[in-house]
C-alpha cells in the first residue's frame, strides 16, 4: 500500500513539472497581480517632530500592542512628559497610542478629521497621524486642490487624480515607515474636513474606487492648474519617460486668470532674490515646448530653481519670454505649474462642455485605464 501511494505521488510530481517546463517561469511572477488584497487605507502625517497640541474628541485609547488603555472625552493638551507621551498630565508607556473615535471626530488644534489618530514618540518628539479610508482622504483633498465651485465631473476628474496619487504613494512611494503622505503640496493638501462639501462629497461617492492604472498597477499621474494651450511630456520637464505623460493641445482652459500672465520685475529686486550683482541680462533655452532654462548674464540656471529663486507665484510656469524696458524685465508667460499630466483648468473648461470624468482623463493621458480597484 506505501508503495503504490508512493509511486501516485512521484506521478503527481512528474506531472507538475512536466506542464511547467513548457512555460516561463519568470513571467508567470510578472503577471501575479501585486495590488491584489490591497486594503484602501491611508496614513497622513499630519504633524512631525511637535512638541506639544491641542486634542478634542470622545475616543477610546489603544497602546502599540492593541491593549485598551482607557478613553478620552473632551478637550486635552498632548506633549511629551519624561520621555513618554502625555495625554493632560496622564503618561503612556507605550511608543504609540491609538484615539478611536466613538460618537464624534477627533480634533487636532482648529481642524476635525476622520478616521483614527496615532501619536507616536520618536526621539524626545511627537508625530501625529491620520489613519483613514482613501475615500475620506480624497473627501479632504479635492476643495483643496480644485476650485469649489467648478462642475461635477471635473470634482469626479480630481477625485481620481487624488485617490490614483494616494494609491500609488502607498503602494510604491511611501513618505517613511510610519505615513505614506505629507498633508501639504509634498504630496497633496490634506486638512481634514476643512473643505468638504456636497458636491465633493458626490464626486468621491460616484467615483468610489476608481483608479488609473496600466495593468494591476495605479500610474503615477501629475496635475497642473493650467497649461495655457499645450501640455508638456515628463521626457521633456523630466527627461524621464513616462508613456501616459505625452504632450496633448488643450483648447479647454482659457478661462483661468493665468492662461496669459505678465509681470515687471526691476534688475534690482532680481540681483536681490539671486543674491548676485545687478542682472544686465537675461535670455531663455527652451526645449519643445517650454523654458529648460535661463541664462542670467553669463549664468546658466534650471528654470524651476529660477522660479522658485524669483517666486512661484511671480514666474507662474516654465512656459514664458523675457524682454527689457528700461531697468526692468518683462516676464510673459502662457499657464500656471509644471504643464504635465492633466490641466485642471481644462479639465473645468470639459467638464462645462458636458464631457464625463472618464473622457477628460482619458483626453490628458495616454494608454490608460479607470478601474475599481476595490
Known sequence: MLKLLNRIILFSLLIVSFSLSGQNIEELLKNENPAEGFKPFLKI??????????LEGDAEIFTKNGKNAGSIQGKYTVSVSKGKISVSGRTFNSEMIKLTPKFMLIKIGQRMFRGEIEIWLRNGKLTVINDLNIEDYVRGVINKEAIPSWPLE?????????????????????????????PSVLDQVYDGLDKEDVTS????????????????????????STCGGMTSSSSEIWKKDEPHLKSVKCPYCKKSSLYRWKRSISSKAISDKLNVRKVKSIKTIRSETRVES????????P???????????????????????????IFEGKGAGHGVGVCQWGMAGMAAEGKAHKEIINFYLTGIEIRKMY
Open 45 to 54: 502625517g499630519i504633524k512631525v517632530d511637535t512638541d506639544s497640541f491641542p
Open 154 to 182: 471635473a470634482k469626479k476628474t480630481q477625485a481620481v487624480l487624488a485617490r490614483t496619487f494616494a494609491v500609488y504613494q502607498k503602494m510604491f512611494n511611501p513618505r517613511n515607515e510610519l505615513f505614506d503622505l505629507a
Open 201 to 224: 462629497n458626490k464626486a468621491v461617492d460616484e467615483t468610489k474606487g476608481e483608479v488609473i492604472t496600466k495593468g494591476h498597477n495605479a500610474v503615477k499621474i501629475y496635475f497642473h
Open 294 to 301: 535661463v541664462m542670467i548674464d553669463s549664468k546658466k540656471i
Open 303 to 329: 528654470v524651476n530653481k529660477f522660479r522658485e529663486l524669483v517666486g512661484f507665484s511671480v514666474i507662474w510656469s516654465n512656459d514664458f519670454t523675457v524682454s527689457k524696458s528700461g531697468s526692468n524685465f
